[in-house]
Structure formats: structure tokens, C-alpha cells
């Protein structure tokens, strides 16, 4: 469980902070966080603020990427940790920390009949007769919420495949399809796009640190504490 492998964290980083005490020195490391751009001002800054500000001497970089990819990377090894949409199952080996709930809201075109609601739900998304495009983010989102409910409002719906966010202005600008976006991902500011809240037990996506069980840095062992001090749910 995510509390468990936290709980292993906390006692590894005490360990550490015992034996720097004892020598009188102070944390140093590094810390590399798989993140994409969008999610970084809305989560990731503050978090980053924080530790630093605790742990002056150790440094953090951010590796850029697309949801999913940020997890391929915390694999391979080109980042100690990444921040992304919550996986169905969390892998042997791989540790998870439930972060902060992004709310979702359906983008859509100002000449699209559903842009005049204040809110709208999944199911009303799905039947609405547009295309609907997703990213892989989002397919791996609607799969997660698959367990828990049949969808058959959108058995007939149109799914259309959306590599990036930032595709969505180009894919919507002649009114025929709807995109589904965080509230903090990607820059929907034209004239002819709008935002309608999404409603819903399903109306946000749980955001996850994950980082490899074996953790032997210290510098990210305090990470990912103060990510739990400062994690936006309760566990």
C-alpha cells in the first residue's frame, strides 16, 4: 500500500538524518523529477520551494514530458521520480504517493450547443454526438474508472486519438469534436475555445509521485517526505 512504502521513506530518511547529525553535516544531493510543464507550476514549483528551502544544499532538476512518459523515465533511470495520472495497479518494485486531485473540465468549441452549460457530466460527454479525442493519459484514466461502472452511454461514441494537449485548439477549432483537460493542463486561451466543468464522482484525475522501492539517495528520500507533508489528500 502507498502508506507502507511511505512509512519506509520516513524511516530511512530519520536514519539518515541521525547519521548526518552525528557527523554535523547537513543533506546534500540531488534530485531529478519527471514532470510535464503544465502540472509543474501547479504542483510541482511549491513542492520544490520547500524542499529547498529546508535542504539548501541539495538540487533539484525537472525532466520534461508527456504524462505516461514521465514514468518510462523514472524506469530507465533518467529521472528518480515522476508526477503523473495515477496508474490502475502500482507495480512490484515501484513505490506510489497519492499527490493532489486535478479537477477535469471538457473543452470545446463556443459554437458547441454544451458550451452554454454550466457544468457538464462524463456521460453527457460521451453521448453528446462529437468526437471525443483523449490523450493516452485520459484513455488510461477512463480504463481506471471502467472498474467501477459500465459506461453505456458511450458505447456509440466516437473516440479519437490525441497524441498532446496542445492539439486540442487545432482538433476543436471547427466545432466538431470535444476534448477532455485538466484544469491546470495546457493553455486553452482562444476565442473560439471554452471550458465547462466536468461533474461527477469521475470529475478529477488523482496525480501520483512514483519512484523505485530500493531508494538509496538520500536527497530523494527528503523529497519525498516533504511531498507527504505537503501531499493535497488524505492517504
Known amino acids: 500500500m502507498a502508506i507502507d512504502g511511505f512509512r519506509r521513506v520516513v524511516k530511512q530518511y530519520d536514519q ?72 490502475t495497479s502500482t507495480p512490484e518494485g515501484v513505490e506510489c504517493l497519492p499527490f493532489a486531485d486535478d479537477s477535469i473540465n471538457a473543452v470545446l468549441n463556443v459554437n458547441n450547443p454544451l458550451a452554454k452549460r454550466g457544468s457538464i457530466s462524463f456521460s453527457e460527454v460521451f453521448k453528446s454526438g462529437y468526437t471525443v479525442f483523449l490523450t493516452p493519459a485520459y484513455r488510461n484514466h477512463l480504463l481506471e474508472m471502467q472498474k467501477c461502472y459500465e459506461f453505456a452511454e458511450r458505447a456509440n461514441a466516437q473516440i479519437g486519438n490525441m497524441e498532446q494537449i496542445e492539439m486540442t485548439p487545432i482538433l476543436l477549432r471547427d466545432a466538431n469534436g470535444i476534448t477532455l483537460a485538466t484544469a491546470s493542463a495546457g493553455n486553452m486561451d482562444r476565442q473560439y475555445l471554452t471550458t465547462v466543468p466536468l461533474t461527477g464522482k469521475d470529475s478529477t484525475m488523482r496525480l501520483c509521485f512514483y519512484w523505485h522501492a530500493n531508494v538509496d539517495n538520500p536527497a530523494l528520500l527528503a523529497f519525498i517526505k516533504k511531498a507527504r507533508e505537503m501531499a493535497k489528500i488524505e492517504l
Open 16 to 87: 539518515t538524518c541521525e547519521q548526518l547529525d552525528k557527523l554535523g553535516k547537513s543533506l546534500i544531493g540531488s534530485v531529478k523529477v519527471s514532470v510535464p510543464y503544465y502540472w509543474t507550476a501547479s504542483y510541482a514549483d511549491q513542492l520544490i520551494d520547500a524542499f529547498l528551502e529546508q535542504h539548501p544544499d541539495c538540487s533539484v532538476s525537472i525532466v520534461p514530458c508527456l504524462p505516461l512518459a514521465g514514468y518510462r523515465q523514472m524506469l530507465e533511470g533518467e529521472s528518480d521520480i515522476a508526477l503523473m495520472p495515477e496508474l
